[in-house]
């Protein structure tokens, strides 16, 4: 079965500085990886997935990750973060379901402080 | 396009009471997804639908009915609420054909059972 390990549950960063969000994710084939945000109180936004190609990938707000299969990570990345990404952080598998459908597994999420 | 809805918003229950969770998706999807979030705990799959006129369990189903209605609409209902159900229920759906996996996510209804 799959799985997906977010090691830091809280990070501050400061306004401007770079991010990185950590992400191991366990499967047995090729992967279907995705970044999820999600703000206080909101649904789920993607940010960016990866199934193949190009193993760094680049997402909206300036987002970016890149796949390591050597290493089982799919690490998010911002050169210079705004106060506007303070928000929870989630790394997904996906997987195809028995009779249809897809399942994601997600991690348990990172939180983004960002200080001014 | 209003990708996909859920209804209400937010909601109160006491314990032994039932009530229905909407979810509604004009994407055309073929596939929709109810899952519950848990502080610490990410999002867990509750029910799925892969396609219209089918259902199975997820990762958590105790507690939990769903009715696919039409390709349109998901419901997912608790029939007898308990506090261990107090939490924020998405609704997602995603086209299989599509190869890639992706979801798309409802705004979410947060839930307290007391």
């Known amino acids: 079965a799959q799985s997906v390990t977010q090691p830091d549950i809280h990070i501050t960063v400061s306004e401007g500085a770079s991010l990185e969000l950590r992400c191991n994710y366990s499967?047995?084939?090729?992967?279907?990886l995705f970044w999820y945000v999600q703000s206080p109180g909101q649904g789920l936004q993607l940010l960016l997935k990866?199934?193949?190609?190009?193993?760094l990938v680049q997402g909206i707000k300036g987002f970016e990750a890149e796949f390591k299969r050597s290493q089982s990570s799919f690490n998010l990345r911002k050169p210079s973060v705004h106060w506007s990404d303070a928000a929870e952080y989630f790394c997904?598998?996906?997987?195809?379901?028995?009779?249809?459908?897809?399942?994601?597994?997600f991690g348990t999420g990172t939180q983004l402080k960002v200080e001014l | 396009n209003a990708g996909v809805t859920q209804t209400p918003k937010f909601q109160v229950l006491k314990t032994g009471q039932s009530m229905t969770l909407q979810c509604a998706q004009d994407?055309?999807?073929?596939?929709m997804y109810w899952y519950r979030q848990d502080p610490g705990m990410g999002l867990r799959l509750i029910y799925y639908?892969?396609?219209?006129?089918?259902?199975d369990k997820g990762e958590v189903p105790n507690g939990y009915n769903v009715s696919r209605l039409n390709k349109r609409e998901f419901s997912l209902r608790l029939e007898s609420a308990a506090p261990s159900q107090t939490s924020v229920y998405f609704c997602?759906?995603?086209?299989?054909?599509?190869?890639?996996?992706?979801?798309?996510f409802g705004p979410g209804t947060r839930l307290t059972v007391t």
């Open positions: 997602a759906s995603s086209e299989p054909r599509a190869l890639s996996y992706e979801q798309y």
């Open positions: 994407m055309n999807h073929n596939s």
């Open positions: 639908s892969a396609s219209e006129g089918t259902t």
């Open positions: 990866y199934f193949s190609g190009d193993t």
């Open positions: 997904a598998v996906g997987a195809g379901l028995t009779g249809g459908g897809n399942k994601l597994t």
């Open positions: 499967y047995g084939a090729t992967p279907y």
